[in-house]
């Protein structure tokens, strides 16, 4: 089956960086849309980046300039990179992907499988 798979989370002091990664895991044929979305305590998650049909990254406008996502499709593999990081960017960060698989013979579609999250804290 499919199974995603978020990683790179941990502590950062202001200003610093952290880099996330979310693997799409299972007999993957193609990824076409795949988002980072975040949620901080008591709040409603954002999303933070994504990539559609295949495109080009997208980055939310307030973050852009600090977040950029990239791709390595060989990998299945999309990345997170947080610079000038600032307490308000602590949350659980999730990734959510869909596309295609093959199960068996057979070419079946997946959409919006979640990871785990994994949690960025960004504090002195």
């Known amino acids: 089956q499919v199974q995603v798979v978020e990683s790179g989370g941990g502590l950062a002091q202001p200003g610093g960086s952290l880099r996330l990664s979310c693997e799409v895991r299972g007999r993957i044929s193609s990824i076409d849309d795949v988002a980072w979305y975040r949620q901080a305590p008591g709040k409603e998650r954002e999303l933070v980046a994504e990539?559609?049909?295949?495109?080009?990254?997208n980055t939310a406008a307030s973050l852009k300039g600090r977040f950029t996502m990239s791709r390595d499709s060989p990998k299945n593999t999309v990345y997170l990179q947080m610079n000038s990081l600032e307490p308000t960017d602590t949350a659980v960060y999730y990734c959510?992907?869909?596309?295609?698989?093959?199960?068996?013979?057979?070419?079946?579609?997946?959409?919006?499988?979640w990871g785990q999250g994994t949690q960025v804290t960004v504090s002195s």
């Open positions: 959510s992907a869909s596309g295609l698989y093959f199960e068996g013979t057979q070419i079946r579609k997946f959409v919006d499988f």
């Open positions: 990539v559609k049909n295949g495109g080009s990254p």
